[in-house]
């Protein structure tokens, strides 16, 4: 499970807004205090999103991995009950 950011969607898509108009990524990089790579990613994950557009996508991606572990727990159920069936008594 990934870790949670100590960033949040603002203040990600406001660096990314930086890095777009023309400033560095290494200085914006250094006045957060992570990584360039850092900024690189969230530069691949939030340009051209509104704040809203991103708080949007946050809650997509959090029903798609809740919905992902129901799927998950519904197959294993059914393989299990495959298994009890497939045995002769």
Do not use: C, H
Not at 18 to 44: C, P
Not at 50 to 68: I, S, T, Y
Not at 74 to 83: I, V
């Amino acid at each position: 499970m990934p870790r949670k950011s100590t960033f949040t969607d603002e203040q990600m898509i406001r660096a990314v807004r930086e890095v777009e108009a023309g400033a560095f990524s290494s200085d914006i990089a250094r006045k957060l205090g992570v990584s360039e790579q850092t900024i690189y990613r969230w530069k691949q994950r939030f340009s051209g999103l509104e704040v809203a557009d991103a708080a949007k996508l946050r809650r997509l991606e959090d029903e798609n991995g809740r919905l992902k572990k129901l799927l998950a727990d519904q197959l294993l159920d059914n393989e299990a009950l495959k298994l009890v069936l497939s045995k002769k008594w």
